[in-house]
């Protein structure tokens, strides 16, 4: 799926009242049991509770999401968890759209009620979003317990999940696995390595880039060894301009791709008794990790529901839904002390050497201008 880019802490890998006045005493826009309306509610306090808080969003029925595919973190379990828990009906649209995408949606469709109500967003994406003012202000109830590094004083986004950047690759059409980017060089994988989209739009291919730009010798404040690298790639054959997704692996197009590790990890699974056995390497020479973001539209046509879904994804099912899918939640370290975390999922989490380090703000913002400078013409 596309996705651009988030930085995570390293600790956590490793395991506004508004008010609201109305006229003529009308009520104010989807009011619950609290003081505000809906749209201008920033806690489950100003609905009244957490119990008013699930009036008001099963009165609206239904939440619109977006870029959400059910095998990406096990996105397809969470949305179901959440509509058998609450009588709301999740619309997904467009799966495999990009972190652009949604912005797009967000600003294309102001006022109408097929706009996204929530987002699951790059970092790069997360910011450039508040600056531009698109997102609701909204404290979760764990808010608190979220690292500061990893999310917005204001509350109009926060960091979710995150995993490694890895190595995936069908050990029944490849004779030797590759485990480092150093690798993929080799003649052996001509024609066979693919990204999981593009890196201007795509989160999973952005980190891709910066972790190979890692592995030949680049800095957080320097992706183009990593632009040189993909443009090596190509040169030699290797590199293929397929967009890597769950049906270009099972048919065997895309028998080598770089992608995220809970995405690698998740094919293993739903490929073992399909002719495929996908193996799973995070390339020692290029350790990249990063989150995705959640963020409320400023302008969600069902703004009770769209905070009740980020409610959910911030309790402890629904950090443990992620997870399930492979996902490192950014509460997993809380839940780990705490004995909330379930260990059966944790257990199966791939495994990582050493402690990753993290890009500031302003190298991500520099890396996305260098890629959207300099990929199309690396790579054409």
């Known amino acids: 799926m596309f996705r651009p880019t988030r930085p995570v802490a390293a600790a956590l890998l490793g395991a506004a009242v508004l008010t609201t006045v109305t006229a003529c005493g009308a009520a104010p826009d989807n009011a619950a049991a609290g003081t505000v309306g809906a749209k201008a509610s920033a806690s489950a306090a100003d609905f009244g509770g957490m119990p008013a808080l699930v009036e008001a969003a099963e009165k609206e029925g239904e939440l619109n999401v977006i870029a959400l595919p059910p095998d990406w973190a096990n996105y397809g379990g969470i949305i179901k968890a959440f509509e058998a828990k609450y009588k709301i009906k999740v619309n997904s649209e467009n799966p495999d759209a990009a972190s652009a995408d949604e912005i797009a949606a967000v600003k294309a469709r102001k006022g109408q009620k097929r706009a996204p109500d929530v987002l699951d967003l790059g970092i790069a994406f997360a910011r450039s979003g508040a600056a531009e003012n698109l997102f609701a202000p909204y404290k979760v109830e764990a808010f608190d317990k979220i690292p500061v590094e990893q999310k917005d004083a204001q509350a109009r986004w926060y960091n979710d999940y995150g995993g490694y950047v890895s190595i995936g690759c069908d050990a029944k059409r490849i004779k030797n696995c590759p485990q480092t980017f150093a690798d ?15 890196p201007t739009k795509s989160g999973s291919a952005f980190g891709g880039v910066y972790a190979a730009a890692l592995a030949n010798k680049g800095t957080f404040g320097d992706i183009q060894p990593g632009i040189d690298y993909f443009a090596e790639l190509k040169k030699r054959g290797n590199f293929i301009p397929v967009e890597s997704t769950p049906a270009t692996v099972e048919k065997g197009e895309t028998p080598i791709s770089i992608d995220w590790d809970y995405l690698n990890a998740g094919y293993a699974d739903q490929f073992r008794g399909k002719g495929v056995d996908w193996k799973v390497a995070v390339p020692s020479d290029g350790v990249y990790a990063q989150y995705y973001s959640q963020a409320i539209n400023k302008q969600a046509p069902h703004p009770a529901a769209a905070r009740l879904w980020m409610e959910f994804l911030y309790s402890t099912e629904g950090q443990n839904l992620w997870l399930k899918g492979y996902a490192r939640p950014v509460l997993l370290p809380v839940m780990t002390s705490g004995g909330t975390a379930d260990k059966s999922f944790v257990a199966k989490l791939p495994q990582v050497e050493g402690t990753p380090t993290f890009p500031s703000s302003a190298e991500l913002d520099k890396a996305k201008a260098v890629l959207a400078e300099k990929w199309d013409k690396a790579l054409s």
Request: glycine share 14%.
């Open 184 to 198: 993929l060089l080799k003649p052996e994988y001509k024609g066979k390595v693919a990204l999981n989209g593009n």
